[in-house]
């Protein structure tokens, strides 16, 4: 049997990727300048309590950029001119803010196919993220502090090899790039 998509792993995960709750009170009253902090919005129910059954994973954006390196996402897409241009770059400086994380998750829900089809043929393999790693990508993406301490050194050598190695010209289209 097929392990699970990531394009399945985007929408499975991004459930559990909004910080409402004492989750974000905590952060927000700890005066947190990570990307992470701004997360409130439509997420929260009315009484400002989490959904009966979800819970909220801690994000952690230096182990973000960890994996957003070491999984192959930098393959494809740079964060401050560091990765590859097949791909739109994310640059937290870039993101809206506050940003609602199933707004990032939808996005790249919406480009799946085509993200499952580049990792294939740039990594030859498909990434796999549970969610916790979701979150951690997430909260990298739109952290200025943990981006600007990422740069080339951060990149596994493996993957530092397929960084503008991967694709065709003709495959330029293949990737959403707004």
Not at 74 to 95: Q, R
Not at 148 to 177: C, M, T, V, W, Y
Request: charge should be negative; glycine fraction near 12%.
């Amino acid at each position: 049997m097929r392990q699970i998509t990531l394009a399945v792993c985007v929408v499975a995960a991004s459930a559990a990727v909004i910080l409402t709750g004492p989750a974000l009170a905590t952060q927000h009253s700890a005066g947190n300048q990570s990307g992470t902090s701004g997360m409130m919005g439509s997420g929260m129910m009315g009484s400002g309590m989490m959904a009966p059954g979800l819970m909220m994973p801690s994000m952690d954006a230096d182990r973000g950029g960890q994996l957003f390196a070491s999984k192959g996402c930098v393959v494809c897409h740079a964060v401050n001119g560091v990765g590859g241009e097949d791909a739109p770059p994310l640059d937290a400086a870039g993101m809206p803010t506050p940003m609602n994380p199933f707004d990032f998750a939808a996005k790249m829900w919406r480009g799946a196919e085509a993200m499952v089809y580049l990792q294939r043929e740039e990594l030859g393999e498909q990434i796999e993220l549970d969610g916790d790693e979701l979150a951690d990508i997430i909260a990298f993406v739109h952290d200025v502090k943990a981006q600007s301490k990422f740069s080339e050194d951060d990149i596994p050598p493996r993957i530092k090899d397929l960084i503008g190695h991967g694709g065709d010209e003709d495959e330029e289209g293949a990737h959403d790039k707004d």
